[in-house]
Every structure is written in C-alpha cells, then in structure tokens.
C-alpha cells in the first residue's frame, strides 16, 4: 500500500529529475550562449522544483535541492540560491552545500561569510571538495587582504597533495 506508493513517487521524481539534468548539462556544455543557457537554467530549475514537489524525501529530494540551488546560482539570484542550499546542510550532500553557499556569498561580495563556508569544507580530512574548497579559501583570503592566511592555505593544499590537478593554480 504506502510503500509502494512512496516507491512509485519516488520514480516518477527520479524521471523528472533526468529531465532536468539533461537541461543543465546542456548549458554547462555550451557556454557560448548566456541567453540559451539562461532559459534552459530556468527550465531545469522547474523541473528540479516539480521533482521535489513530487518527492522531497531522502537523497532524491536532496539532490532537487541542491540542484534547485545550482539553477538560481547560475541565474545569479544569489539571495534565492542561499535557502536552497542551506536546506542540504544536513546529509550526504553537506560539502556540495557548503560549497554553494561560499561560492553565492563570494558573487556578493562577502568573503568573509563566503570563507566561512569554504572553511568548513576544508578542515575536512578525505573530503572530496576540501582541495577546491582550500583553493576557494586562499581566494577569499585574498579578496580580504589576508594575504598571510591565503598563503598559508595554499601552502596547506599543496603539502596535503603536491600533484593535484589544482597545484597549477596555487
């Protein structure tokens, strides 16, 4: 009964959420379009938020989230991408979050609310984001006129990982 039911939601949110993916890798791969990309952004954005309408339960309702947040970045609305990712601050998907919040803050211009985020991401010992997070970081340090700090920083990244993609950067 309910079971099958939640199941069945569940799969008619994961359809609409392949829709919506195939609209946002679409402007990621194109990029040479800003008004094409910023219709598609806005379809993907409805269709990320009829999928969390659908089911906003668990990892697909995270995932809605976090790409409803994604959408509203890409569009710059900045002050509406905030909520979304705040909502995912909890669960698998905290870094991506983290992340997302650092990266609206930055586009505002408050990097110390966007080092913050970054912050949290990069004290995490085998955390997937923690590189680009440190690098994100020492750029906000920077932008602080920190310069010691972003040092510092960099020279963490590049000690934990002296081949990484991101050294070039550093």
């Excluded at 955390?127 to 006129?145: N, Q, V």
Aim: net charge neutral; charged share 25%.
């Amino acid at each position: 009964g309910g079971y099958a039911y939640l199941r069945w939601q569940q799969g008619k949110a994961q359809v609409i959420q392949q829709q919506a993916f195939q609209l946002y890798q679409e402007t990621s791969n194109k990029a040479a379009n800003p008004e094409g990309d910023k219709a598609n952004l806005k379809k993907a954005l409805e269709k990320f938020q009829e999928a969390l309408a659908v089911h906003s339960w668990g990892n697909v309702g995270q995932v809605s989230r976090i790409y409803i947040g994604h959408c509203l970045y890409g569009l710059k609305e900045y002050d509406q991408a905030i909520p979304a990712y705040s909502l995912c601050l909890e669960g698998p998907f905290r870094s991506l979050a983290l992340n997302g919040l650092g990266y609206c803050y930055e586009a505002k211009g408050d990097y110390a609310k966007a080092a913050e985020n970054y912050q949290k991401v990069a004290e995490g010992d085998g955390d997937p984001y923690r590189e680009e997070s440190m690098l994100d970081l020492g750029r906000c340090y920077e932008a602080l006129k920190q310069k010691e700090k972003a040092l510092e920083v960099y020279q963490k990244a590049l000690a934990k990982n002296p081949k990484s993609r991101l050294a070039d950067f550093i």
